[in-house]
């Protein structure tokens, strides 16, 4: 670690923290109402550590090994670790019992055995459920006209727990194209809540990364996954 860029990420946390308040002002929210979650993938572990540091409570892992690989080396005692990228049915015992949350269910498969795994180690895993909400062939999600039927076959697994919805949405050239996803995802968010859907609570809508997380939070997010706006431009190829 070099001191410019534990400098960096002190002045880009400061930074975000600021900016999530604004936008929490602007829609009636507070600061305390909104979740920064840290997408660590390529972080080193010491990096992480020195954010958890400046205050941050929520950090992010997108793949099973990469987590494996850190998690003796985080401070886990000040944060929360949660998995928040595509996560295949057989890494499930892997991590199931090291994460808070796995924000990534997309299907009846995948719901099955984070259920499994957790009853093998007496737990109950919180989950979020991943929309495609742009409807794209090639990303995973659950299809926005398939959340109904996903909600209600996984509802009554005893060992997860369904908290919200997490989504992605394409990407797209200007704000204004962003937000109308995000408006749409808030609105079936909103939806769901009104359903009170036995075992399944919508306390967290997760949506918004560094580039869009402001206009996320104007739209009805309470949960932002910010990665490069904290740590600096990485290399994903590795």
Do not use: W
């Not at 205050?55 to 401070?75: T, V």
């Not at 997490?166 to 200007?174: H, K």
């Amino acid at each position: 670690m070099t001191e410019k860029l534990l400098d960096n990420v002190k002045r880009n946390y400061y930074t975000i923290e600021e900016r999530i308040a604004e936008a929490a002002s602007k829609v009636g929210k507070s600061r305390d109402d909104i979740t920064f979650l840290a997408a660590t993938k390529t972080v080193d572990a010491e990096v992480i550590n020195y954010a958890i540091s400046l205050g941050l409570k929520y950090i992010g892992e997108n793949k099973a090994q990469e987590l494996l690989s850190k998690y003796d080396k985080y401070n886990l005692n000040d944060a929360s670790l949660q998995f928040i990228g595509h996560l295949q049915t057989n890494k499930v015992r892997q991590i199931i019992d090291k994460v808070d949350m796995i924000q990534s269910v997309d299907s009846v498969k995948l719901a099955k055995e984070i259920s499994k795994q957790s009853a093998k180690n007496n737990l109950t895993t919180n989950v979020l459920v991943e929309v495609n909400i742009g409807s794209e062939e090639n990303k995973s999600g659950v299809m926005p006209d398939g959340l109904l039927e996903l909600l209600d076959e996984i509802k009554d697994f005893e060992n997860i727990s369904v908290k919200g919805l997490m989504t992605i949405p394409p990407i797209c050239d200007s704000k204004q194209k962003i937000s109308k996803f995000f408006d749409k995802m808030n609105n079936i968010f909103i939806d769901i809540s009104g359903k009170n859907i036995d075992n399944i609570s919508m306390d967290i809508l997760s949506m918004g990364m560094s580039a869009d997380y402001y206009e996320a939070i104007l739209s009805g997010a309470n949960m932002v996954r910010v990665g490069s706006s904290l740590f600096g431009a990485r290399n994903y190829n590795i």
